[in-house]
Nanobody, 127 residues
Framework: QVQLVESGGGLVQAGGSLRLSCAAS????????MGWFRQAPGKEREFVGRISGSGGITAYADSVKGRATISRDNAKNTGYIEIDSLKPEDTAVYYCAARLLANFRTDPSTVNGYTYWGQGTQVTVSS
């Protein structure tokens, strides 16, 4: 079992920055990939980015590439995503998720690629 708790959401003006955290507990933190997703009202949950267990490999969706940085501190069992130059279209509930070895046959940029999810944190970007 993995428990994930996101924090750091809020209301931000367009052009600003936000850093979200994902605190994990349960299984050894450094053995699984952590993904970040978001879901806007009326839309499907979409991939934002991911980071490997060691933190050495990251990948980003085109929508945030160049604006987002995903990192993790395995000593603190915490993952992070920072998004700069925020746009109103970044408004969504942001989720972190854990990808276990059991998911290896699934696409890591899809919801099905992850087993455990946090409850989400709301990010609202005002224009």
């Amino acid at each position: 079992q993995v428990q994930l708790v996101e924090s750091g959401g809020g209301l931000v003006q367009a052009g600003g920055s936000l850093r979200l955290s994902c605190a994990a507990s349960g299984r050894a933190f450094n053995v699984y990939t952590m993904g970040w997703f978001r879901q806007a009202p009326g839309k499907e949950r979409e991939f934002v980015g991911r980071i490997s267990g060691s933190g050495g490999i990251t990948a980003y969706a085109d929508s945030v590439k160049g604006r987002a940085t995903i990192s993790r501190d395995n000593a603190k069992n915490t993952g992070y995503i920072e998004i700069d130059s925020l746009k109103p279209e970044d408004t969504a509930v942001y989720y972190c998720a854990a990808r276990l070895l059991a998911n290896f046959r699934t696409d890591p940029s899809t919801v099905n690629g992850y087993t455990y999810w946090g409850q989400g944190t709301q990010v609202t970007v005002s224009s």
